[in-house]
């Protein structure tokens, strides 16, 4: 391996705000659509493909994979180095990310950033109208916050809170007239800059209805000069976009939540098929559809390479994460914490390590896991 460190982490962590481009939920079926044939749920789904997405991704990205893995030394990796290479193929067949945004993670990576912490900052970057630089941003203050929400905070710090930042009595206030549902909503809708959030959601009481503010928000959209390949995850949102027939009314999260899942499937957009009855089934199905599909895609991809499908078995995997466990606990360390730097991609070994002289300010201790991982 090329003067690499310790490198590593578990599998790529996927937000709930996984990347939004839109579909129909809830809309009225249109009297003149024109149907082939009537779908049933599961023909609907197994009408969407996610295998051959990923195979268009590798496809696509295959030298950028190939580069990444011959760093590592195949015969004699660490745990942590093969998952980091799992995690690595994960979030290129998932995001498809341009040359400018691939060159920002991988410097990143090099400053002892996690792909997996990367990888959350990069769906949030897909739910603003800033350019890549913003992941830079991002991660140079992820030492300065801790918690589920630091990537938002960091954000807000970066932008001077321009986007509207509601506190606790805000959001008891506005639950009055609008739901949590539509409040997570216009947080999202907030990041792209057209609207603060207080601005999008007086809008919503004052009546206009999602989908109008929907499409109000995504015309300020810009993607700059960024050059996108066909399969990117930021192309397929402007493209999921422009659909004409898009409906948030119904329930905007939830839709926010399909739309993700069928943001590269454009004719599946097209639907009237879906409605508020049966999204959720449809839901379930396609995440299950997606991950047996990413999981067949990494797999060959690791084969490919002559690298195993797994690097433990699950009773060594039980045990590996129970003595680790068990150390970064008696060296001071909450589970809540433990769970977080895991999120982050850090293995519990690495935990366990670098906590071995503790001094209970977790921050502390995210700066030594990162400056173990830098590229000499």
């Keep these: 391996m090329k003067n690499k460190?310790?490198?590593?982490?578990?599998?790529?962590?996927?937000?709930?705000?996984?990347?939004a481009s839109f579909v129909i939920l809830g809309s009225p079926m249109k009297e003149n659509a024109?149907?082939?044939?009537?779908?049933?749920?599961?023909?609907?789904?197994?009408?969407?493909?996610?295998?051959?997405?990923?195979?268009?991704?590798?496809?696509?990205?295959?030298?950028?994979?190939?580069?990444?893995?011959?760093?590592?030394?195949?015969?004699?990796?660490?745990?942590?180095?093969?998952?980091?290479?799992?995690?690595?193929?994960?979030?290129?067949?998932?995001?498809?990310?341009?040359?400018?945004?691939?060159?920002?993670?991988?410097?990143?990576?090099?400053?002892?950033?996690?792909?997996?912490?990367?990888?959350?900052?990069?769906e949030f970057y897909l739910t603003t109208n800033e350019s890549p630089a913003i992941i830079t941003e991002i991660a140079a203050l992820e030492n300065l916050y801790w918690g589920d929400n630091w990537i938002e905070n960091a954000f807000n710090d970066i932008t001077d809170n321009a986007h509207g930042v509601l506190d606790i009595e805000d959001v008891k206030a506005y639950l009055e007239n609008v739901s949590l549902e539509d409040i997570q909503y216009a947080n999202i809708l907030c990041r792209k800059g057209k609207y603060t959030i207080d601005e999008i959601l007086q809008q919503k009481i004052n009546g206009t209805s999602w989908d109008e503010i929907t499409l109000s928000v995504y015309s300020n959209v810009s993607t700059g000069n960024i050059t996108m390949s066909s399969n990117s995850k930021i192309n397929a949102i402007n493209t999921a976009v422009s659909q004409s027939n898009i409906s948030f009314n119904e329930n905007p999260m939830q839709s926010y939540e399909l739309a993700g899942?069928?943001?590269?499937?454009?004719?599946?957009?097209?639907?009237?098929?879906?409605?508020?009855?049966?999204?959720?089934?449809?839901?379930?199905?396609?995440?299950?559809?997606?991950?047996?599909?990413?999981?067949?895609?990494?797999?060959?991809?690791?084969?490919?390479?002559?690298?195993?499908?797994?690097?433990?078995?699950?009773?060594?995997?039980?045990?590996?994460?129970?003595?680790?466990?068990?150390?970064?606990?008696?060296?001071?360390?909450?589970?809540?914490?433990?769970?977080?730097?895991?999120?982050?991609?850090?293995?519990?070994?690495?935990?366990?390590?670098e906590s071995c002289d503790y001094d209970g300010k977790i921050l502390h201790l995210l700066t030594k896991l990162k400056s173990a991982r830098e590229v000499a």
């Excluded at 999204?279 to 299950?288: G, K, M, V, Y």
């Excluded at 009773?315 to 895991?342: M, P, V």
């Design 261 to 353: 899942l069928l943001s590269k499937h454009v004719s599946a957009l097209n639907s009237d098929y879906i409605t508020k009855e049966n999204a959720d089934e449809i839901i379930s199905l396609l995440q299950e559809e997606q991950d047996n599909a990413l999981v067949d895609s990494v797999n060959e991809i690791l084969k490919s390479f002559d690298l195993p499908t797994s690097f433990m078995n699950y009773e060594q995997q039980k045990e590996y994460f129970n003595t680790n466990n068990e150390i970064a606990k008696e060296n001071g360390l909450k589970d809540k914490d433990i769970l977080l730097l895991r999120q982050k991609g850090f293995s519990m070994a690495e935990i366990a390590e």
């Design 5 to 19: 460190k310790k490198f590593f982490g578990i599998v790529v962590f996927l937000l709930v705000a996984s990347i």
């Design 34 to 122: 024109a149907h082939p044939k009537e779908y049933t749920v599961e023909e609907f789904v197994s009408s969407v493909s996610f295998l051959n997405n990923y195979q268009s991704a590798l496809s696509e990205n295959s030298d950028m994979i190939r580069s990444y893995v011959s760093e590592y030394d195949a015969e004699n990796l660490t745990y942590e180095e093969y998952m980091s290479i799992e995690a690595y193929i994960i979030f290129i067949l998932e995001n498809s990310p341009t040359d400018e945004e691939l060159a920002i993670i991988n410097s990143l990576m090099n400053e002892g950033h996690t792909i997996q912490t990367l990888s959350q900052i990069y």
